[in-house]
């Protein structure tokens, strides 16, 4: 299902002293299944952004369409928009809130109507589908580790069965194994559930490795928006933003300047393995 925003404004406190305009302007379309990363600064908007997409926060200005249709009408059901465009925010202790695990995941099914059986066959294919195991379902969730924490969020909105998962720095504050288990969690469930996946990150490293397009928010503004090797390869404006490429990037080109290789726009450390063993065994 397509997100289009169409010169989306929004102005927090308006005709207030605190009068704050966090989005100006705003003019994009996701398409069906697309893998999208949404970078910037702090206080640039991405949060404000992504919290529109499911009709929590209202815009004052512009308008937006889920599927085509105008999700601002009266008559829209922003009950069934929320359950096809689900958000993970960065915190998971904020959507966590039952006595267990499985009561937790559960609630978004329940809260559907859904019948005992149907709602508990969700809550397990959502917690397999992140690799929670059985023997937690009884388990207070604030009794986690952060991953498993991410990981019970995460279930908490894919037992909705969203079109759109939309996640907010879903790998903050974990140490590099976990947050390479949670972003190979979140790439395999798009491919395996063929859904939309909207990535908001301050790492350039994780955006390069995962998402087919970036979006890069500053201001307010939608700044730039493209394939990753169109928007990396804009880096002294992306450092004007406070922003910067994938630190593989800045070393590759210093091995480029010193003449040990000659390829130019390496995103990746994948990219940057394979070049550098390519050079290793011609030796």
């Given amino acids: 299902m397509s997100i289009t925003f169409d010169k989306v404004e929004h102005v927090y406190g308006k005709g207030t002293s605190f009068e704050k305009m966090a989005l100006k302007d705003v003019s994009f379309h ?16 991405k949060s404000t952004l992504i919290q529109h997409m499911n009709g929590l926060l209202k815009c004052t200005g512009g308008n937006i369409y889920y599927d085509g249709k105008d999700i601002s009408d009266r008559e829209y059901d922003r009950k069934t ?29 329940c809260n559907l109507g859904l019948p005992d059986l149907q709602a508990d066959l969700r809550t397990y294919e959502a917690l397999k589908s992140v690799g929670i195991d059985d023997s937690l379902l009884d388990v207070s969730p604030f009794d986690l580790s952060g991953g498993q924490k991410r990981r019970v969020a995460i279930a908490g909105v894919l037992a909705m069965k969203p079109k759109v998962l939309v996640l907010d720095e879903p790998a903050a504050g974990l140490d590099p194994v976990g947050r390479r288990d949670i972003l190979e969690m979140i790439a395999r469930i ?7 996946v909207v990535l908001v990150s301050h790492s350039m490293e994780d955006v390069a490795e995962y998402v087919d397009r970036i979006m890069v928010m500053n201001d307010g503004a939608l700044a730039m928006d493209g394939t990753v090797e169109e928007v990396f390869a ?10 910067s490429v994938p630190q ?30 390519q050079r290793l065994l011609k030796r």
């Fill in 81 to 109: 928009l929320r359950q096809n465009v689900g958000i993970v925010f960065q915190y998971p202790e904020h959507q966590l809130f039952e006595a267990t695990v499985g009561k937790d995941v559960a609630f978004g099914p």
């Fill in 234 to 243: 804009r880096k002294e404006e992306l450092e004007e933003m406070g922003l």
């Fill in 30 to 45: 996701i398409r069906d299944g697309e893998f999208v990363g949404l970078i910037g600064h702090t206080g640039s908007g």
């Fill in 190 to 196: 798009r491919r395996e559930e063929n859904i939309t």
């Fill in 248 to 277: 593989i990037t800045l070393l590759m080109q210093d091995l480029k300047d010193e003449g040990l290789v000659s390829e130019t726009g390496i995103y990746t450390m994948d990219e940057a393995v394979r070049i550098l063993s």
